[in-house]
């Protein structure tokens, strides 16, 4: 309302003009005149003072008009299923839960201007990642908007080997539809100009750059257009669609991820940058790579989208040291600048192709498991029942020897007793030495270790005697059970070395055998030479 106060004021002036005018009469007519027209304003002042009041209003909404924000601005993003478009729109509203939808989809985004306290919205069309649906893109890019419209090409950072093929399939699809369109050749080229000029003018902001103006401003603009332009390079601006184009990289904190799994290094990143940007350069693009996740760069991603469709002002620069936050804006990049990537590289080589060095792995198959349901307790009890019942049986879990034993064949447990395996021995007969044959070998080899380790322990304890002269004292060696009793360490001076508890236990072993007999005597001499 101040503005209108003020042009109020300026038609007030004009009436005192009006009186001023009337002085160079004469003082009577003059005094007279001055009567008649305050008269006259005083009856019609407050008609006057209305409608100047309303002619201000009207003024105002005018001049509004024609500066507020431009409706009918349009964001048309592109890419593969699961890509994350949906996700990126929807966490630039602030929008915790996203519903994808199918075939195109249909968003939008508040845009605010502070300065001039207006907003509008931008309308944003998110196209499937099926080509079935591409003839669905009449809705979103007619010929009257298409010079209002910005192309997002959305890139998957978790498949790289993806992002080539996707970015050159979509913007082919891009064009195709705007060849379908049917723009005059005089309006294409106009726009194709326009977007040249955006491009080479571009200035990187800093601090001998002061922040843009909210708008352009014409004489800045002209200045411009008489000011000197660098040529484009080879390969920039090949394929000019003449609207503005933005590549979006998401999931990029899925790059922590290659390099864990999939052993990607640092010369692979620079090795994928390398190739999208010089997408982007083809195209005029800019290049921004996006963590719906970590929310990185999302206000990156609105704020090149205003500045782009309404103007608005733009002042952070290129950032290509983060692989995994680039931000290159379009008319910053060159081959020259795309060239410091290849520096880094080792293994690698600029030439390469993209095909070649970035594969897909190869896929793990998942084998689905089965699920496993434990059946009763008592039927698994009864089944364990009938499985034992067939087995053969067993006494204490070992199956049974059927081969008669001699009580002497185990040393261990001497007296156990089974009923058949001793029916099963045959004494040995009075005087003889033979060893029978349906004795085990257990029962006699004994007999030949215990003279055997009693000639060592003969040996070991300085004994005159050799192996025979073991049971040779009368003390020692007739019953067997006199030496036992004696110490290891009773020794008497003149006396033969007497027989250990180990010697006599040897001697008890020896003559094990030939006590199966009770009445046949044995002689000392007898149990040593057996």
Known sequence: MAA???RAGSFGSSSSGLGSAAAFSSPSSAATAATNNNAELRAGGDEDDGQNLWSCILSEVSTRSRSK???????LLL????AGKTSLIGKIQGIEEYK????????YLNVHDEDRDDQTRCNVWILDGDLYHKGLLKFAMEASSLKDTLIMLVVDMSRPWTALDSLQKWASVVREHIDKLKIPPEEMKEMEQKLVRDFQEYIEPGEDFPASPQRRNTSLQEDKDDSVILPLGADTLTCNLGIPVVVVCTKCDAISVLEKEHDYRDEHFDFIQSHIRRFCLQYGAALIYTSVKENKNIDLVYKYIV???YGFPFNVPAVVVEKDAVFIP?????????????????TLKAEDSFEDIIIKPPVRKFVHEKEIVAEDD?????KQQSQLAKQPPTAAGRPVDASPRVPGGSPRTPNR???????????????????DPNMKAGATSEGVLANFFNSLLSKKTGSPGGPGGVGGSPGGGGTGGAGSNLPPSAKKSGQKPVLTDVQAELDRISRKPEMVSPTTPTSPTEGEAS
């Open 307 to 309: 500045q782009k469709l």
């Open 100 to 107: 994808k939808g199918r075939g195109m989809e249909y968003l």
């Open 4 to 6: 209108a106060v003020g």
């Open 330 to 346: 379009a008319g910053w990049d060159n081959d020259k600048k795309i060239g410091i990537l290849h520096e880094n590289f080792q």
């Open 69 to 75: 924000l431009p409706s009918g601005k349009n964001v």
């Open 79 to 82: 890419g593969e299923d699961g």
């Open 378 to 382: 008592q039927v698994f009890l009864m």
């Open 417 to 435: 007793s089974v009923t058949s395996n001793v029916a099963s021995v045959t004494p040995i007969p009075t005087g003889s030495k033979k060893i």
